[in-house]
Antibody
Framework: QVQLQESGPGLVKPSQTLSLTCTVS??????????WSWIRQPAGKGLEWIGR???????NYNPSLKSRVTISVDTSKNQFSLKLSSVTAADTAVYYC????????????????WGQGTLVTVSS | QSVLTQPPSVSGAPGQRVTISCTGS?????????VHWYQQLPGTAPKLLIY???NRPSGVPDRFSGSKSGTSASLAITGLQAEDEADYYC????????????FGGGTKLTVL
């Protein structure tokens, strides 16, 4: 059974960089049939896709966040990470990491496993 | 403003059938990208409910079903139960702007 677990600071100051790591267990992050993704959810609001990475390191980001987001992967540790720069209060949310099962015929896919989520608050 | 449009809320009595709609556009659902559905119980992470428009992962009751037509999709829940009270999200892929995974705004299901 694949499990994902987010970790990182729960409080970040405005203008600083939010950094989170997702540790994957029960399966290899190097498997060629999955992307690895970050999604966030502000309190009481809906889900927002942040970006995804493949084990090769190729990435794709939400255009609305692209200028501030970096997602990286460490296959030796079976982890992938999120960095979001220049944060403001609007970035306060529960951040989820998730696995995307790739639909090869169109490169899309769905989120089949999710972490439990971690609350990140942006405040001075 | 979500790329996919869902009603904010639906409700139904135990045993009844409810449907939740998800409307997209020509760059996502209308481009033949699959629609997937997630259930989010209070205080928990979303859980995959339907994938590939109408397929249920192992363990999901057959009371849940999905369909897609044109630029829209629907989630149907029959034999409504109290434990179905949750938020439901549709998700697809959008080919505009280098490609993105997109969600609906979510629908709160209340079991009366």
């Amino acid at each position: 059974q694949v499990q994902l677990q987010e970790s990182g600071p729960g409080l970040v100051k405005p203008s600083q960089t939010l950094s989170l790591t997702c540790t994957v267990s029960g399966g290899s992050i190097s498997s060629g049939t999955y992307y690895w993704s970050w999604i966030r959810q502000p309190a009481g609001k809906g889900l927002e896709w942040i970006g995804r990475i493949y084990s090769s390191g190729s990435t794709n980001y939400n255009p609305s966040l692209k200028s501030r987001v970096t997602i990286s992967v460490d296959t030796s540790k079976n982890q992938f990470s999120l960095k979001l720069s220049s944060v403001t209060a609007a970035d306060t949310a529960v951040y989820y990491c998730a696995r995307i099962a790739i639909r090869y015929y169109d490169s899309s896919g769905y989120f089949d496993y999710w972490g439990q989520g971690t609350l990140v608050t942006v405040s001075s | 403003q979500s790329v996919l449009t869902q009603p904010p809320s639906v409700s139904g009595a135990p045993g009844q059938r409810v449907t939740i709609s998800c409307t997209g556009s020509s760059s996502n659902i209308g481009s033949n990208y699959d629609v997937h559905w997630y259930q989010q119980l209070p205080g928990t992470a979303p859980k995959l409910l339907i994938y590939g428009n109408s397929n249920r992962p192992s363990g999901v009751p057959d009371r849940f079903s999905g369909s897609k037509s044109g630029t829209s999709a629907s989630l149907a829940i029959t034999g409504l139960q109290a434990e179905d009270e949750a938020d439901y999200y549709c998700q697809s892929y959008d080919s505009s702007l280098s490609g993105s995974w997109v969600f609906g705004g979510g629908t709160k299901l209340t079991v009366l």
